[in-house]
């Protein structure tokens, strides 16, 4: 079928985006759903982070790439051997398939998934095939491409969810709100009057935000250089907010507010200076975790012996330590509960026609969360 999509060719043009257009629209041709697939209207995809780093360059991808991997939309058709999803139900894209089956996914830790992982890194789905093409292959980001009115994705790259939630909210559990609230409660296990500092408040940090205060962590630190962010993190449970800048002693600050430094320091900005940071305000015994995606070229150092003389911890989370099937559902249902605010997040809806702008407005810290609605 005909399918209109923002395609990525080349990584690494200058912004602004607006002018130099790294993402191109056109008419290419999708395939129809293999074994094991489905196909996907897509109804609303949010813009991150992590699309940007592709488009700049320091997250890099095998090209030419369909883009986008946080969206929601409604199954169209399911293809042979898929079961639990049918036409007509509306479904949150996960951005690692999970096969189920190798040692990481029998571990209970689908985010490690080794195929899963080895198809995003290609460019494929999860079955190692590529559906979409015009003159010749293109490849799938994160094996969803969902800046595109349909895709065909693995069944085991969708969670089913209540078809009552708005399209444009639904699509920021995919991303957003997994990782940053997975974090918090999967990586983190943040206890009720554990403090938290949150580095970095995009849609990611913002999340972990909504789930350190719904976890009852106390007090609750956020982190950023732009006012607007310090200030919507307030309105969404921050007790201290502290602007970064030049000059600034973030961790000192920290270590004030919190008398020592926090139990768990969140980074979610993806740069290697702001990971050293979050480490200095983590107090003794606590534990630093990030989220974020820096070029693979970039190191992080810490004292050696701080490690086993102040007990400290170091981890990583990726998809938000999640089981997608699991946790969008129970994420969803704390939303619908008021007990996470995710629509504030939301800083406006856009055409797909808008998307390069829509980029040079992330770039600039100038928005949270876009969603191109279809």
Not at 88 to 112: E, K, T
Not at 234 to 254: F, S, Y
Not at 258 to 264: F, K, L, N
Not at 268 to 289: D, M
């Amino acid at each position: 079928m005909k399918v209109r999509a923002a395609v990525l060719r080349q990584m690494g043009l200058p912004a602004p985006y607006a002018q130099s257009k790294p993402l191109v629209i056109e008419t290419v041709e999708l395939d129809p759903p293999g074994p094991g697939e489905i196909l996907v209207k897509v109804l609303a995809a949010g813009l991150c982070h992590s699309d940007l780093s592709v488009i700049d360059g320091s997250r890099p991808r095998v090209m030419p790439m369909v883009m986008g991997h946080e969206a929601a939309g409604e199954v169209v058709q399911a293809g042979e051997g898929v079961t639990d999803l049918k036409p007509g139900d509306r479904v949150v894209f996960s951005f690692v398939p999970v096969c189920g089956h190798c040692l990481p996914c029998a571990s209970g830790r689908p985010a490690l998934c080794e195929p899963g992982a080895k198809a995003n890194v290609a460019g494929t789905l999860l079955s190692g095939e590529r559906r979409w093409h015009d003159a010749e292959p293109l490849n799938h980001h994160l094996g969803v491409s969902a800046f595109a009115d349909h895709t065909v994705v693995s069944a085991r790259s969708a969670v089913k969810i209540d078809p009552a939630l708005k399209p444009e909210i639904a699509a920021l559990f995919g991303c957003a709100v997994m990782t940053g609230m997975g974090a918090v409660v999967n990586t983190a296990r943040v206890s009720p009057g554990e403090s938290v500092a949150v580095f970095g408040l995009g849609g990611v940090g913002l999340s972990a935000v909504l789930g350190a205060k719904a976890a009852g962590a106390y007090p609750l630190v956020a982190v950023d250089v732009v006012p607007q962010k310090l200030e919507l993190a307030r309105e969404l449970g921050a007790t201290h907010c502290i602007q970064a800048g030049p000059g600034v002693d973030v961790a000192a600050l920290i270590k004030e507010a919190t008398a020592g430094g926090v139990h768990h320091a969140i980074e979610s900005v993806g740069h290697e200076q702001v990971l050293a940071q979050a480490y200095a305000a983590t107090r003794r015994g606590g534990t630093t975790i990030t989220v974020g995606l820096p070029h693979p070229s970039k190191q992080f150092s810490i004292s050696a012996v701080s490690l086993v003389a102040e007990e400290r911890t170091v981890k990583g989370s990726y998809l938000g330590s999640c089981v997608p099937t699991r946790d969008i559902p129970r994420f969803i249902a704390l939303h619908q509960a008021g007990q996470l605010p995710v629509e504030k997040l939301l800083t406006q809806t856009i055409r797909l026609e808008e998307i390069n702008e829509a980029f040079d407005k992330l770039a600039a810290g100038l928005a949270v969360r876009q969603v191109v609605v279809f």
